[in-house]
């Protein structure tokens, strides 16, 4: 084995390179001021009082949470029933399905993002359609609901894979103990298949928010700058005003935000396991 270690090597470099190096710089970036010739830079945390002290900022960031859990809802109201019924299926069913649903998957998301943009404009398919049953006048392009729409169809997949992970995985000797205590399918479902599939369901839950919540394209492309959250702040700093100090401390709270929600998730995950043994 010891030999074999040595092949993570490359991977240790490059994870230092490309994921560790990059992640101090930007946290270097986020606690020094611009000096001038004989002072080059000055140490400060001015950059984070900014943020937190600015309600247009904070306000920002509560309509990023907001969007991020009203897209997990949907994802998880959708992908909860996909997921059942693709468990409940026969494996070559499975297989089929499960490749349907990743297929998009495949395609750019930036592609598929411009895609919506055909489909919810004027003229497109969903105005034609609705048109058809008389809502002539209903704006969808430039809305939170077209916002919604995107982040829904983008990070679908990912709560629908976790969750029949967790149902594929239950022991089925399981629900047929409980068919025999005389348990109906709706108190199997609540009292068994439902609490074995929380670990699906908050991998699923995760998968989704972190991404919603620090979305930029998304809403730049769906929202036409109307819906301006915490990643298009992030951009904006870096790409338009140029101001990468305050841009990299955001950067870092956001980094700090998520790091938060996964370790509350993994100490639910572990409660949910307690449980189960």
Do not use: H
């Not at 904070?58 to 029933?81: D, H, N, Q």
């Amino acid at each position: 084995m010891k030999k074999f270690s040595k092949l993570a090597y490359p991977y240790i470099i490059w994870a230092l390179l490309m994921l560790l190096l990059p992640m101090l710089l930007i946290g270097f970036y986020s606690i020094i001021r611009p000096g001038n010739d004989i002072v080059p830079f000055t140490m400060t945390l001015e950059y984070y009082k900014k943020f937190f002290t600015d309600k247009d900022f904070l306000l920002v960031l509560y309509r990023s949470i907001v969007i991020a859990v009203k897209t997990t809802i949907i994802c998880l109201l959708i992908g909860y029933p996909v997921a059942y019924f693709i468990s409940r299926c026969k494996e070559k069913v499975q297989n089929i399905l499960i490749l349907c649903i990743t297929l998009p998957t495949w395609i750019n998301m930036l592609v598929r993002t411009y895609a919506w943009i055909g489909i919810l404009s004027k003229g497109g398919l969903v105005s034609t359609i609705l048109a058809f049953f008389g809502f002539e006048d209903v704006e969808l392009l430039y809305t939170e609901a077209a916002v919604l729409i995107g982040m829904v169809y983008n990070f679908l997949p990912f709560m629908i894979l976790q969750i029949n992970t967790s149902l594929s995985k239950m022991d089925k000797s399981l629900l047929e103990a409980s068919s025999d205590l005389g348990a109906d399918k709706k108190q199997t479902f609540i009292r068994v298949v439902f609490p074995l599939s929380l670990p699906g369901v908050v991998s699923g839950i995760t998968l989704v928010f972190l991404p919603a919540v620090s979305s930029f394209f998304i809403p730049k492309l769906l929202g036409g700058g109307e819906f301006f959250l915490i990643g298009n702040v992030i951009e904006n700093q870096f790409i338009t005003v140029g101001e990468w100090n305050f841009g990299s401390a955001i950067a870092i709270i956001m980094a700090f935000l998520m790091m938060f929600l996964m370790m509350l998730v993994r100490k639910l995950e572990n409660r949910t396991a307690q449980k189960e043994d």
